[in-house]
């Protein structure tokens, strides 16, 4: 079964920096898909960024590229996203997801496990 612990998340001023990251455990990876999601109160979950563990290739959703990073650590099973200049419409709660498919997809329903979030606010 695999575990994804979410941190780094907190309090920023707008055009301030936040690394996020996610502790995956209880499986070896290699071909999977690791996303970074986000949903803010009263909105849909919105994809963010996604990439496959064994490759550099990367996705990132419009309303953050350009602004935040995804990239894995191997040796700490750790994917992180590295947000900078942020907006006050970045406030959402972050989750961290694993789709075991290689395929990369913005779609959450096809992502298989999920962490509990870590929340971000980013004031004006």
């Known amino acids: 079964q695999v575990q994804l612990v979410e941190s780094g998340g907190g309090l920023v001023q707008a055009g301030g920096s936040l690394r996020l990251s996610c502790a995956a455990s209880?499986?070896?990876?290699?071909?999977?898909?690791m996303g970074w999601f986000r949903q803010a109160p009263g909105k849909e979950r919105e994809f963010v960024a996604a990439m496959r563990w064994n490759s550099m290739s990367t996705y990132y959703g419009d309303s953050v590229k350009g602004r935040f990073t995804i990239s894995r650590d191997s040796a700490k099973n750790t994917v992180y996203l590295q947000m900078n200049s942020l907006k006050p419409e970045d406030t959402a709660v972050y989750y961290c997801?694993?789709?075991?498919?290689?395929?990369?997809?913005?779609?959450?329903?096809?992502?298989?496990?999920w962490g509990q979030g870590t929340q971000v606010t980013v004031s004006s």
């Open positions: 997801a694993v789709r075991i498919n290689y395929m990369m997809t913005y779609v959450s329903s096809q992502y298989d496990y």
């Open positions: 209880g499986r070896t990876f290699s071909t999977e898909t």
